[in-house]
């Protein structure tokens, strides 16, 4: 399993791009909008325009750095939902992350999981690395 880490002004659709290629080498891709991204995206100028990633990196050191460790965090959990497919059933007898239906997870679970990130993504990695003991590949 790849979970992909986006860019700055980004979003998780960005994963797209890679996902085909992926899938040929048997990788499932799976991506999260990271902080102020996306569906998180918020209009700093009162323009009526959402603005991604518009105050990521912001002449408070203290605010970059906490939106960094936010982004770490969530994408730490991410990796940990998609530790839990471990092939049992729900009580409604769906086993998680079995997208095909053949009974088995077709992502996370005991497989390996990488965290590739690009531009903000990849400083979301280095952060994650040091962070997150269930993942086991960290690429940027």
Not at 8 to 30: D, P, S, T, Y
Not at 68 to 76: G, I, P, S, T, V
Not at 112 to 117: E, L, N, S, T
């Amino acid at each position: 399993t790849l979970v992909y880490g986006h860019g700055l002004a980004k979003n998780r659709f960005e994963a797209l791009a890679i996902a085909g290629r992926a899938a040929a080498m048997g990788l499932a891709v799976c991506a999260a909008d990271l902080p102020g991204h996306g569906g998180a995206a918020r209009d700093l100028d009162n323009d009526g325009v959402s603005d991604p990633g518009g105050d990521v990196f912001s002449d408070h050191a203290f605010h970059t750095r906490d939106l960094l460790r936010q982004a770490a965090l969530e994408q730490m959990q991410l990796v940990r939902i998609l530790r839990s497919f471990d092939g049992r059933r729900s009580p409604a007898g769906l086993v998680l992350g079995d997208w095909d239906a053949d009974g088995a997870p077709d992502l996370g679970g005991a497989a390996p999981i990488a965290f590739w990130g690009h531009d903000l993504g990849a400083l979301v990695a280095s952060v994650l690395a040091g962070g997150e003991p269930s993942l086991d590949v960290a690429m940027s």
